[in-house]
């Protein structure tokens, strides 16, 4: 009987009708993304800009909030395509109009994604003056991941704030990166951050604690020394000019200070010239380094009278900075924990019901 069933059992096609029916956006967007995926791990980057530019004229006529996450990734891959063909200046200008379309839908991924290739776009093009105001202009949504929050501190502070010599500001911002930074992943981020940690805190006259993490040990062997390498500043002009300016300002409050030096600080350190010394001064003091005053008249550095650092409110402040580092870790903790909505529960069953 069984032999007769399956001989009366015909084999019947399938029709078109299903295959003809289009795919939905979001799957269509994913399935493209990871072709581009796919032609730029193969080095194939003109088919992937191709493809990329198609994958973006299709997103630019969507406006569904499902694709939100799937686009920011796309934004991502789109600019390190350009990137590696030499072309950053090229998307520059649809990175911009694609920020404030997702500025006005309030979409905080493509947001925050778009804000740290923007900025990764003008740094690498050494316009730092934009950068600022980008930075200044713009408000980094809260709700973005950990990984976006630690890209746009090391943005904002590892690379513009160190460039405009707030080493202080930097340490604490690069120091807060490294926290939002991945445990056990982003090797390179975290190695590339802890680097630029390093010279910040030897340009504020700090030894920087050795690190005890393997993966970053044999990168960062070099700094060991904690010299500066006439090598590293040979690249660029002025760099050893700039070199020994900043190990001179660090080097100042080391030295004995009388009340005031009655002949001009060019003839109390020693230089090849005795026409680059005088500048490390006033800035020295413009970093906070020492507090000095420079009459010019007369030429002379004038250094303040010591006073007892109690009867001010250095105190008082070093603890509300203190305390306010511990509230910002709290409140970033707390930020960090997600819990499912509670339109989640209205299926649950309760205790009582059970």
Not at 145 to 168: C, D, F, H, M, P
Not at 228 to 246: F, I, N, S
């Amino acid at each position: 009987q069984s032999m007769d069933t399956e001989a009366e059992l015909q084999f019947r096609p399938r029709t078109g009708k299903a295959a003809s029916a289009p795919l939905l956006p979001e799957v269509e967007t994913y399935l493209q993304l990871l072709l581009v995926i796919y032609l730029m791990n193969s080095k194939r980057y003109p088919e992937a800009q191709k493809v990329s530019d198609d994958l973006m004229q299709k997103i630019s006529s969507q406006n569904r909030r499902a694709l939100d996450l799937v686009v920011a990734k796309c934004y991502y891959y789109h600019s390190r395509i350009y990137e590696f063909l030499n072309k950053l200046d090229v998307v520059r200008s649809f990175l911009h109009a694609r920020l404030r379309t997702a500025t006005l839908r309030h979409d905080a991924d493509g947001q925050a994604t778009l804000l740290n290739l923007l900025l990764r776009n003008y740094l690498h093009y050494n316009l730092y003056d934009q950068a600022e105001k980008l930075v200044s202009k713009s408000v980094f949504p809260e709700q973005a991941n950990n990984n976006e929050w630690a890209r746009y501190l090391y943005y904002t502070a590892g690379r513009i704030k160190a460039i405009q010599l707030e080493y202080s500001e930097a340490r604490r911002t690069m120091t807060n990166a490294l926290r939002k930074a991945p445990q056990h992943t982003a090797v390179g981020f975290k190695q590339t951050v802890h680097k630029l940690l390093i010279v910040v805190e030897l340009l504020l006259g700090e030894i920087p604690d050795r690190l005890q993490c393997p993966d970053d040990q044999p990168l960062l062997l070099p700094h060991l020394p904690g010299r500066h390498r006439p090598e590293a500043a040979a690249g660029q002009p002025g760099g050893r000019r700039v070199h020994r300016r900043q190990g001179i300002s660090t080097g100042v409050p080391g030295c004995p200070q009388p009340p005031a030096l009655p002949c001009p600080p060019v003839h109390h350190i020693p230089s090849p010239g005795g026409h680059a010394v005088p500048c490390p001064c006033p800035q020295a003091i413009r970093d906070g380094v020492i507090e000095a005053s420079i009459n010019h008249e007369k030429g002379y550095v004038q250094s303040k009278e010591m006073i007892d650092i109690y009867s001010t409110r250095e105190p008082q402040l070093a603890f509300h900075q203190r305390i306010s580092f511990c509230l910002d870790i709290h409140n970033m903790s707390v930020k960090a924990m997600r819990f499912p909505p509670k339109s989640y529960n209205k299926d649950l069953e309760s205790a009582e019901v059970r």
